[in-house]
């Protein structure tokens, strides 16, 4: 008996979805769906953690995310789409896990860090155990593996504490109630049955971390006062091709080799677009385009651009019109989700030994 292999990952639904959630997420979801089973959330729970969005922006958030997911080619037949304030087992597996969780875990969440800045007293008790509910939805689900940006990495490594802690702290009650898959890797750290798996990111591709338009030291952000700064999903060709043409650059050529990338934050922003875009190797790309200059190049990053974009955009929108399609969608794959959450659950429910007499 092993773990079923299975993936989960989500996006938030806050403001538009821009070209860095799409090449650095969304579009490596894509070829998992054939890969493995795939459960791929609207983290609308993580959405409220720094404030309260408005209540009609979130809903309209939430179906664009949503429609950007099939539009992007996210199969709702193959995969599972909903968005997590459906299911309540991602709500009670994260207060468990924060009760198995240290504070000084979430201290050294340098995404916490980031956000709070240095308003650190004054931010919200959710910003802070944020990594601790990300657990609980990759958790829920046992997945085994998650596709995830770098940026993302330090949370997925407090996925794997917090499960090898809860292993190591119910080792005995797991194995009494028979409820365990034997450990695959052996290990003194880790006893022989888990109850819940160590989960494995999945990085991949020339571009996991996509960075501002204005400032390649950046990642690209939905909160950048500056729209030049992003492509969003929903910008029409001429938006896309003016926001690639005002990117920021610098006056040398395109380097021939990777190598000359360094010390280039811009260019090698643009050459990473562009290699996603085009799937490709950053080498590839500058096997064609070394030695010229931006003037040529952008132009060739706007045509590919356009060129991928736009159906998706068109996909969205036609989505947008119909928003009654988009709630079947989510409530089918809350239902299918809840039906794979609630027996693990209540398998964790009888581990801790929470008394239950319905």
């Not at 720094?50 to 995969?79: C, H, M, N, W």
């Not at 997590?84 to 991602?90: F, G």
């Not at 492509?231 to 896309?240: A, F, G, R």
Request: contains cysteine.
């Amino acid at each position: 008996m092993t773990f079923r292999s299975r993936a989960f990952s989500g996006v938030q639904p806050t403001g538009n979805l821009h070209l860095g959630n799409y090449l650095g997420a969304v579009s490596r979801w894509v070829p998992v769906q054939d890969q493995m089973e795939t459960i791929f959330c609207v983290v609308d729970l993580h959405a409220i953690t720094a404030s309260f969005p408005d209540p009609g922006e979130l809903q309209a958030a939430t179906r664009e995310v949503t429609a950007a997911y099939i539009a992007a080619g996210i199969d709702p037949k193959k995969s599972i789409i909903f968005n997590q304030s459906q299911v309540p087992a991602h709500s009670e597996l994260a207060w468990i896990f924060n009760c198995v969780a240290r504070i000084g875990w979430m201290n050294r969440m340098t995404q916490f860090k980031d956000k709070a800045g240095k308003n650190r007293e004054n931010a919200s008790l959710g910003l802070l155990a944020y990594p601790s509910l990300m657990a609980a939805d990759i958790l829920a689900y046992k997945a085994t593996h998650v596709p995830v940006g770098d940026d993302q990495k330090q949370h997925l490594e407090l996925t794997r504490d917090i499960a090898a802690k809860f292993n190591n702290d119910f080792a005995a009650q797991v194995k009494e109630l028979g409820v365990g898959v034997p450990n695959p890797t052996p290990s003194p750290e880790l006893p022989e049955e888990l109850f819940f798996p160590m989960t494995e990111p999945m990085i991949a591709g020339p571009a996991t971390r996509i960075m501002s338009l204005r400032d390649g030291t950046k990642k690209m952000s939905k909160s950048d006062p500056s729209d030049l700064s992003r492509i969003n999903l929903i910008d029409d060709e001429d938006t896309i091709s003016k926001k690639i043409r005002k990117a920021k650059t610098d006056p040398e050529a395109l380097p021939s080799e990777v190598d000359g990338l360094a010390g280039r934050p811009e260019a090698g922003n643009l050459v990473g677009i562009y290699a996603a875009l085009a799937e490709k190797t950053k080498d590839e790309v500058l096997q064609e385009f070394g030695g010229r200059q931006f003037s040529e190049f952008k132009p060739a990053l706007a045509d590919l651009a356009v060129a991928k974009l736009t159906p998706m955009t068109s996909e969205m929108r036609r989505y947008k019109e119909e928003p009654a399609e988009i709630d079947s969608i989510l409530k089918d794959g809350a239902e299918r989700a809840a039906a794979i959450a609630e027996p693990i659950l209540k398998d964790v429910r009888k581990i801790i030994g929470f008394l239950d007499v319905r």
